[in-house]
């Protein structure tokens, strides 16, 4: 074998390896999961209950309820890939300022909750946790947010559902979408488990949408969210905030985003 040949080999075996250890690993790029038992203790400001829920596929979903007297309504809150809701639950604490009622979970291999990982499975997970809210809260306007890899559920749940409203923070067009925007040069259709498609629920979603977005964030790119945008139509009832300079963590420090916030749960 001459050197060509060699070089031309052992860039395909390298090319081959790094699509195995893609595959393989993308659990651990994907879900960055805080662990704990199920004795630990939660310490907020705001009074909380604390619950289990069962789900399809050996789940078990672990929520913290911040119950406000008369609210406006109940927000089902699902986070990002990152943490758990001990770090969570303090995002979703925020918005009972807005005087609704909020129940934040962990998904499954999160904090408290268990369960095996699979795209199907989370979804799953998200629908039992909104059977819950309805049952338990049958006479509020129920509503669902999103955060970041939170979205690519809450898309898909509003859809199935009738929520009163959805809001959207940094949310993606796909997780298909921003893999390959990150991983141009592999063949990350044929790799990704997990896609997480918005784009083909956001035209199904039949209440009041309210997306909110940074410029400069280096997880989810802005342009992946304005795709989003656009993917919902023309004649839906939806409002995209474009936060300046805002990264992915950081929109709550712009007054910007407290506002529309505001405006969009008040109306």
Same mark, same amino acid.
């Given at each position: ?21 893609? !595959? $393989? ?10 662990? #704990? +038992?199920? &004795?630990?203790?939660?310490?907020? *400001? ?85 059977? !819950? $809210? ?10 669902? #947010? +999103?955060? &970041?890899?939170?979205?690519?559920? *809450? ?48 035209s199904s979603v039949i209440c ?45 420090? #712009? ?13």
């Open positions: 074998m001459n050197i060509a040949l060699q070089i031309v080999f052992y860039v395909l075996v390298a090319y081959a390896v790094i699509c195995m250890v893609y !595959y $393989l690993a993308q659990e651990k790029f994907i879900f960055i999961p805080f662990k #704990y +038992g199920k &004795s630990f203790k939660y310490k907020l *400001a705001t009074e909380f209950e604390e619950v289990f829920i069962t789900t399809p596929y050996k789940g078990t979903i672990n929520a913290i309820i911040f119950e406000k007297p008369d609210p406006q309504g109940v927000i089902l809150y699902l986070h990002g890939n990152t943490g758990s809701l001990n770090r969570w639950a303090l995002m979703a604490e925020e918005l009972t300022h807005f005087n609704y009622t909020i129940m934040a979970i962990d998904f499954r291999g999160y904090g408290k909750s268990k369960g095996p990982l699979k795209e199907e499975f989370l979804h799953a997970d998200a629908q039992a946790c909104w059977d !819950y $809210l309805e049952d338990r809260f049958p006479e509020l306007p129920r509503s669902i #947010y +999103g955060r &970041s890899l939170g979205t690519g559920m *809450a898309v898909k749940l509003a859809s199935a559902n009738a929520p009163n409203r959805l809001i959207l923070e940094t949310p993606f067009f796909s997780l298909l979408d921003v893999a390959q925007f990150y991983f141009p040069f592999l063949p990350i259709k044929l790799l990704l488990r997990y896609e997480f498609r918005s784009d083909k629920y956001i009041p949408i309210l997306i909110l977005h940074g410029t400069k964030d280096r997880i989810v790119p802005y342009h992946s969210a304005l795709k989003l945008f656009q993917a919902a139509g023309a004649e839906k009832d939806i409002q995209m905030v474009t936060i300046v300079g805002g990264k992915h963590n950081n929109l709550n420090a #712009y007054p910007l985003f407290h506002e529309k916030l505001a405006q969009f749960l008040e109306q």
